[in-house]
């Protein structure tokens, strides 16, 4: 490895006359263009006409670019998919491989909308009727999370009085949480809605209010000079400063409702993925679970980045990404 | 009743120390007329920072008090615009908008919707940041940053403009560009300026006086230097001026022969 320090700056090799001369012109020119780069203002940098169209160069630099992102997962895929079929293949092989996976789902996968009434119906009203629970819960846990994660980060007081009750409520697993749902609500799905707002509530109201106290003294300060009332501070200075925060929060807790609804309605029954899955177990329908287990996956990495989204749009600019 | 403009009076601070008491300062008097541009300097931990946040209403002094017009200053306001160390511009918006946010807290009943505008634009145009109004703080320079800090701070039309080490973390050839900036800006807008700063060059080449403070705990104010220079200043003319040259060995002689700080 080269140490840097042992490389000479200058070639230490003897040059003639002549060439010593040629050799300064170059090192001149070198520096002056280095100079002239230091001495653009950012502004004028910015400001650069970008190339019109897209030269050849710049396409094989996109399209190296996309092939070095999507090529590793998709050999990865291809790969795993390989071993599973190769794996499941063999006799004595208690799973599906992939290609009868395929075969035994061919219809769910064709026509997810389809609607024979009562629980048999397609594959995207299973996901929809989930995610509509999911919505519920999730919004209530949102307006409840940020609400109790602002009071607990502004006031001490509440922090001191609420927290030991928040940290011993939020170690209780989901599932556990339904028989007592059942038992107060003497329904189903007013049970699994709660399940998700108590699974996703905990995370955003600790990250929210940790947002809350890390906002910098120096903003607070400027609200003081400014003499900011107490709505406009929460509005222009906590809440913007908060939200990388709270986002963070957020997306935790998309991702915790979305397991904790599969989980419940395993328990429920009615429309839903999770019923789905369940009611496939019974009648021993092993590839329909292999489905809805790749369905439940893809839906919660699109709500995970839906929310990440959100997240980075109404954070832009702001200095904690 | 005193008529000074800005008045600090027997001005004591006390921090609460986990071994005790800390005295920041002790006895700390000081007069500062209308339109003049004061200096403060001194070694680090002298309390030239907590004089400013106490006159900025930002820490209430434990005894003494500070009179602004004659009236007693303990609440931070913009009546005493403050331009912070690290600009503290909000990252999620824009520098025209950071500027607005302060003209309109206020502008209440002063200003409509246009001339609110044209004074966030008459602000910026006087930092020279026109062309950068609709960039956010990541996307500008520190010089850059702390030129927004300084059309905020005097788009709230102070009655005294407090800097803490504005360009204290600034390389050299950005503070020197900002220094001159400062003095035009001063030359045009007539403002009462405290400003904190660690540089002798600095704070002789900009202040009418040079205050200096002893070292800490209980430090006080120790000399006050009238800078009998003419102004417009110019930098490279001044170099080989004898009264600049003077005025910046005696506040050298104060911090490092009577106030030998033990390293």
New interface residues.
């Given amino acids: 490895m080269n140490n840097p320090a042992s490389v000479p700056l200058v070639s230490t090799v003897p040059v003639a006359p002549t060439q010593q001369a040629s050799r300064k012109v170059e090192i001149l020119k070198e520096f002056g263009t280095a100079v002239a780069a230091a001495n653009s203002?950012?502004?004028a940098a910015?400001t650069a006409p970008a190339p019109a169209a897209k030269s050849p160069s710049r396409r094989t630099e996109i399209l190296k670019d996309y092939s070095a992102r999507l090529l590793p997962p998709l050999i990865t895929v291809a790969l795993l998919v390989g071993l599973w079929q190769f794996v499941c293949s063999q006799p004595g092989a208690t799973l599906p491989p992939p290609s009868k996976v395929i075969g035994d789902t061919a219809t769910l996968i064709t026509e997810p909308f389809f609607d024979n009434g009562g629980n048999d119906v397609g594959m995207a009203w299973q996901l929809l009727a989930s995610l509509k629970r999911v919505l519920y819960g999730y919004s209530i846990a949102v307006v409840v999370g940020i609400s109790f994660g602002v009071l607990v980060g502004q006031f001490a007081i509440a922090m001191r009085g609420l927290d030991p009750v928040f940290q011993v409520l939020r170690t209780v697993p989901p599932l556990a949480w339904l028989p007592i749902a059942l038992a107060g609500f003497r329904d189903g799905h007013p049970s699994a809605i709660f399940v998700i707002f108590i699974t996703s509530v905990w995370p955003i109201i600790i990250n929210t209010s940790i947002g809350i106290r890390n906002i910098p003294n120096?903003?607070r300060?400027?609200a003081?000079?400014?003499?900011?009332n107490g709505l406009e501070y929460f509005w222009?200075?906590m809440m913007?400063?908060a939200?990388p925060y709270i986002f963070s929060g957020l997306r935790i807790g998309v991702g915790l409702s979305w397991l904790a609804i599969v989980a419940a309605e395993m328990l429920i029954g009615g429309v839903g993925i999770g019923f789905f899955i369940w009611d496939a177990w019974n009648s021993s329908r092993i590839s329909d679970i292999v489905l809805a287990l790749i369905y439940v996956g893809i839906v919660g990495f699109i709500l995970d980045r839906l929310v990440s989204w959100a997240g980075r749009w109404v954070?832009?600019?702001?200095?904690v990404n | 009743m005193s008529n000074a403009f800005l008045e600090l009076s027997l001005v004591s601070m006390e921090f609460k120390a986990r071994q005790g008491v800390f005295q920041a300062l002790s006895g700390v008097n000081l007069v500062v007329n209308k339109g003049e541009f004061v200096s403060l300097i001194g070694h680090s931990g002298c309390g030239k920072s907590t004089i400013l946040n106490i006159i900025?209403?930002?820490y209430r002094c434990t005894s003494g008090g500070v009179l602004l017009e004659g009236r007693e200053v303990n609440q931070?306001?913009?009546d005493?615009?403050?331009v912070?160390q690290?600009h503290?511009l909000?990252?999620?918006?824009t520098a025209y908008e950071n500027v607005e946010?302060?003209v309109k807290?206020?502008s209440q009943g002063k200003r409509n919707k246009t001339q609110i505008r044209d004074w966030v634009m008459h602000n910026l145009a006087l930092v020279q940041m026109e062309?950068?109004l609709n960039k956010?703080?990541?996307?500008?320079?520190g010089g850059?940053k702390q030129r927004v800090g300084i059309a905020r701070a005097l788009a709230?039309e102070p009655k005294v403009l407090l800097m803490d080490e504005p360009f204290g973390a600034l390389d050299a050839l950005t503070r020197a560009r900002l220094q001159d900036e400062l003095m035009r800006i001063v030359a045009t807008t007539g403002s009462t300026v405290v400003m904190v700063t660690h540089d002798v060059d600095e704070a002789v080449l900009l202040a009418d006086r040079v205050v200096m403070m002893t070292n800490g705990p209980a430090a006080t104010i120790g000399e006050i230097l009238d800078i009998k220079l003419p102004r417009p200043r110019e930098r490279l003319a001044l170099a080989s001026n004898p009264v600049y040259l003077a005025a910046r060995k005696a506040v050298l002689e104060f911090l490092y022969q009577k106030q030998l700080k033990a390293a």
């Avoid at chain 1, 003081?224 to 900011?228: A, G, H, S, T, W």
């Avoid at chain 2, 909000?90 to 918006?93: K, N, V």
């Avoid at chain 2, 956010?136 to 320079?141: A, C, I, K, N, T």
């Fill in positions: 203002s950012p502004a910015a120096d903003y300060n400027v003081r000079v400014l003499r900011l222009r200075i913007p400063a939200a954070a832009r600019g702001s200095s | 900025a209403g930002l931070p306001g913009p005493r615009a403050v912070f690290n503290s909000l990252p999620w918006l946010l302060a807290r206020t062309h950068a956010r703080p990541d996307e500008l320079s850059m709230m």
